[in-house]
C-alpha cells in the first residue's frame, strides 16, 4: 500500500501486555475463563427467554437482544486476544485491524442506542402501565432495535473510514490489545484537526445523545415514582430500573473516560486497563445483573430447567 512515495504499513503489532511479559500465561487462563464463562451465561439466559413463554415481553426481548450483543462484543475481540497472549509476534493484518475496528465500533454504537431504548421501555412500564402492551408491541420492539443497529452501522462506517484513509508509515505499533480508535490514530503518519474533531463529535453524539434520551426517561420515571402512594410500591416500581441504570452508569463512564476526555490526558496503560473492563468484565456482569436478582427470570430458568415438574430432593 502507499500514499504518495511513502511505503505504507502492511500489519500492525500489538503492544498492550508487553509490560506483563511474565504473566502473559497467566492472564490467557484468567480471561479464558471469564471469556467461556461469559458466552455459558449469555447463553443461558438467552435460550432461557427464548424458550419460556411467560419471559415472551419488551423488556425480555431486550435482555436476549443485549446477551446476544455482548457475546458477539467479546468475540470480536477476546479470541484474537487470547491468541496473541501465547504468540512471540502479535500482529494483525491492515485489513484485519480495519475490520475489527468496524466491528467493534458497530456493536459499541448500537450497545449505546440499545440502552436508550431499554430505557424507553422502562418509562412506557411505569408511566403507561395499561397501554404498556399496546406502546411495546413486537413491531415498535423490532424498530427500536433496528434502528439502534442502523445508528451503530452508520457511524462504524464512517468512523472507520476516516481512521484507515490516513497514511500508516512512521510506526505499526499500538500500545494496546485491539485496534481500537485512540491507539491507531496515535501512529498515523500524519491526521488533520478535522479529521479528530470529526471523531470526537461522533463520539459525543454516540454518548450523549443516547445518555440524554436516557435522562429524559428517568426524570419522567422519577416523578411517576413519587405519585406512588405506598413505599412498597416506590421500592418495587425503582426496582425494576436498578438493574438498567447500573449498567448504563458503567457503560457510559468506561466509555466517556476512553473517547471524551482530552488527548493531553491520553495514557495507554490506562487505557488498557480500562478497556479490559469494558471488553471482557462488563459483558459478563450486564446479562447477569439483569437476570440473577430477578425472581421472574430465576422463575422460568427452573421451568425451563424442569426444576418446577421435577424438583430435586
Known amino acids: 500500500m502507499e500514499w504518495g512515495n511513502e511505503t505504507l504499513v502492511r500489519e500492525f503489532i500489538f503492544l498492550g501486555f508487553s509490560s506483563l511479559a511474565g504473566l502473559q500465561r497467566l492472564l490467557f487462563v484468567a480471561f479464558l475463563t471469564v471469556y467461556l464463562f461469559t458466552l455459558g451465561t449469555n447463553a443461558i439466559i438467552i435460550s432461557t427467554i427464548v424458550l419460556d413463554r411467560a419471559l415472551h415481553t419488551p423488556m425480555y426481548f431486550f435482555l436476549a437482544v443485549l446477551s446476544c450483543s455482548e457475546t458477539c462484543y467479546t468475540f470480536v475481540i477476546v479470541p484474537k486476544m487470547l491468541v496473541d497472549l501465547l504468540a512471540q509476534k502479535k500482529t494483525i493484518s491492515f485489513v484485519g485491524c480495519a475490520i475489527q475496528m468496524f466491528t467493534f465500533l458497530f456493536l459499541g454504537c448500537s450497545h449505546s442506542f440499545l440502552l436508550a431504548a431499554m430505557g424507553y421501555d422502562r418509562y412506557v412500564a411505569i408511566c403507561n402501565p395499561l397501554r404498556y402492551t399496546e406502546l411495546m408491541g413486537p ?175
Open 139 to 313: 413491531r415498535v420492539c423490532v424498530g427500536l432495535v433496528a434502528a439502534a443497529c442502523a445508528c451503530g452501522l452508520t457511524i462504524a462506517q464512517v468512523v472507520t473510514s476516516l481512521v484507515f484513509h490516513l497514511p500508516f508509515s512512521s510506526s505499526n505499533q499500538l500500545h494496546h490489545y485491539f485496534c481500537d480508535i485512540s491507539p491507531v490514530l496515535k501512529v498515523a503518519s500524519h491526521h488533520t484537526r478535522l479529521s479528530q474533531l470529526v471523531i470526537f463529535m461522533i463520539g459525543v453524539c454516540v454518548l450523549v445523545v443516547p445518555l440524554l434520551l436516557i435522562l429524559v426517561s428517568y426524570i419522567r420515571i422519577i416523578s411517576a415514582i413519587l405519585k406512588i402512594p405506598s413505599s412498597t410500591g416506590r421500592y418495587k416500581a425503582f426496582s425494576t430500573c436498578a438493574s438498567h441504570l447500573t449498567v448504563v452508569t458503567v457503560h457510559y463512564g468506561c466509555a466517556s473516560f476512553i473517547y471524551l476526555r482530552p488527548k493531553s490526558s491520553y495514557s495507554s496503560s490506562q487505557d488498557t486497563l480500562i478497556s479490559v473492563s469494558y471488553t471482557i468484565l462488563t459483558p459478563l456482569f450486564n446479562p447477569m445483573i439483569y437476570s440473577l436478582r430477578n425472581q421472574e427470570f430465576k422463575a422460568a430458568f427452573r421451568r425451563v430447567m424442569g426444576q418446577t415438574s421435577y424438583p430435586l430432593h
